[in-house]
């Protein structure tokens, strides 16, 4: 049976925010290579305002109770108030088991539902401030690109939105499943829900993408590079590869190296049957332990147990 995801339309909905789920979730396959999502676009009417165009929803709010995800994408206006009836179809989604995701300021829309009270959230940065004054029972995070509470995750704005989205594709069907919606999506699977959502950008002086480095540095996480060897391979010093590589990817090379370490080691657990101390050197861990705490601090699971949810082969054996 397919995992249904309900996506909110409302009222000036922004149509990118909107499309995002629609995409990502819509081409995920499973496994056995069928669609794993069935994606449902709910609205409280029939058709909705979407900035230049009007859009038809061909779901009622009662679909949201069958929901297992439910995305809620941004609005034009974070101020404009939240239908009651809006309020209770979420509350009655939560309360059936959903899992509930907001990008951007479509979290003004969760907070109206005081389903966010007590928890960490985040909004596209420029909404950040006004949430927190509004809503100040919520912790808000300005400068992550995606907060994951459990059954509640909310995103930044834009592509911070389809970071999101990937994240929770590997949730449900892990490293490489992910990797092939990001594929086709032509976006970068490795960015952490805690990178900067605001990366300061000095004018370029040169075409300097460290696109052809990235993928020169997945191709070697069995390697040990230093600063050193990344610099060399990008043409740049230690001191200005480092700044260049804050400014593209937010975060630092060996945090970006790290996780892609842990990225190979997911694609490992899922594919094959090496033990775990063979994907812990594969993936260019010197020690099994160090793999095994480096692993459950990113995914929140041990390595076996990551392996029972999302080899095909395991599954098969049980």
Same mark, same amino acid.
């Given at each position: ?62 679909t949201l109770q069958s929901a297992d ?77 995606? /907060? !994951?509470?459990?059954?509640? $995750?909310?995103?930044?704005? %834009?592509? &911070? +939105? ?7 594709? @590997? ?23 805690g990178q900067a959502q605001f990366i ?20 070697? /996480? !069995?390697?040990?590079?230093? $600063?050193?060897?990344?610099? %060399?391979? &990008? +043409? ?7 700044? @260049? ?62 392996? &029972? ?10």
């Amino acid at each position: 049976m397919a995992h249904v995801v309900g996506v909110l339309a409302l009222d000036g909905v922004v149509p990118f925010d909107l499309s995002i789920p629609c995409e990502v979730f819509g081409r995920a396959r499973g496994v056995d290579g069928a669609p794993f999502y069935e994606v449902r676009v709910c609205g409280e009417a029939p058709e909705v305002s979407a900035r230049p165009f009007g859009l038809r929803v061909p779901y009622g709010l009662g679909t949201l109770q069958s929901a297992d995800t439910l995305v809620i994408p941004g609005i034009d206006d974070p101020d404009v108030p939240v239908a009651p009836t809006v309020v209770a179809a979420i509350r009655q989604a939560w309360a059936a088991g959903a899992r509930i995701a907001s990008i951007c300021s479509g979290a003004f829309v969760l907070a109206a539902t005081g389903l966010l009270d007590g928890r960490r959230a985040t909004t596209h940065w420029l909404g950040a401030g006004h949430l927190a004054e509004r809503y100040p029972a919520i912790e808000v995070d300005p400068n992550t690109l995606f /907060v !994951d509470e459990g059954r509640i $995750i909310t995103s930044a704005g %834009a592509s &911070a +939105g389809l970071d999101m989205c990937l994240h929770l594709v @590997r949730r449900d069907l892990g490293q490489a499943a992910a990797a092939h919606s990001a594929r086709l999506a032509v976006a970068p699977l490795d960015r952490d829900g805690g990178q900067a959502q605001f990366i300061r950008h000095e004018p370029p002086r040169t075409n300097a993408s460290l696109a052809p480095l990235l993928e020169w540095m997945i191709g070697n /996480v !069995d390697r040990p590079l230093s $600063i050193a060897a990344m610099a %060399a391979r &990008a +043409g740049m010093s230690e001191r200005t590869f480092t700044r @260049r590589f804050q400014e593209q990817t937010g975060t630092s090379p060996m945090q970006w190296f790290h996780l892609a370490r842990i990225r190979r080691g997911q694609e490992l657990l899922e594919s094959g049957d090496a033990s775990v101390d063979q994907v812990a050197l594969a993936s260019g861990f010197a020690s099994p332990v160090t793999f095994r705490s480096s692993f459950r601090k990113v995914t929140g699971v041990s390595p076996a147990a990551y392996r &029972a949810s999302f080899n095909a082969a395991s599954r098969l054996r049980q």
